[in-house]
Nanobody
Framework: QVQLVESGGGLVQAGGSLRLSCAASGRSFSSYAMGWFRQAPGKEREFVAVISWSGGSIYYVDSVKGRFTLSRDNAKNTVYLQMNSLKPEDTAVYYC?????????????????WGQGTQVTVSS
């Protein structure tokens, strides 16, 4: 059973930064891609970014490109989402997720394991 635990959310002013962490346990972390999603109140869950097992490939949704940086430390079984130049529209619960299979998934249906989420609130 894979367990994912997010941390690092909070309240920040527009233009500020936060770093989210996701600690994984339960299987070989370094063999799988990891993704981040977010869900704002009243909206559907949205894909944010994915990083390959090696960290060599990363893909971001257009709305966060140039502002968010995804990275991973396989020795620590942890993935990080550095969020800079935050905007009020970034306010959401952020979830990290792991797929069941190998690959580079960009849709929620391809992910099998989810963390509990961490709230990010950006004030204007």
């Amino acid at each position: 059973q894979v367990q994912l635990v997010e941390s690092g959310g909070g309240l920040v002013q527009a233009g500020g930064s936060l770093r989210l962490s996701c600690a994984a346990s339960g299987r070989s972390f370094s063999s799988y891609a990891m993704g981040w999603f977010r869900q704002a109140p009243g909206k559907e869950r949205e894909f944010v970014a994915v990083i390959s097992w090696s960290g060599g490939s990363i893909y971001y949704v257009d709305s966060v490109k140039g502002r968010f940086t995804l990275s991973r430390d396989n020795a620590k079984n942890t993935v990080y989402l550095q969020m800079n130049s935050l905007k009020p529209e970034d306010t959401a619960v952020y979830y990290c997720a792991a797929p069941q299979d190998y690959g580079f998934p960009t849709t929620g249906s391809e992910y099998h394991y989810w963390g509990q989420g961490t709230q990010v609130t950006v004030s204007s």
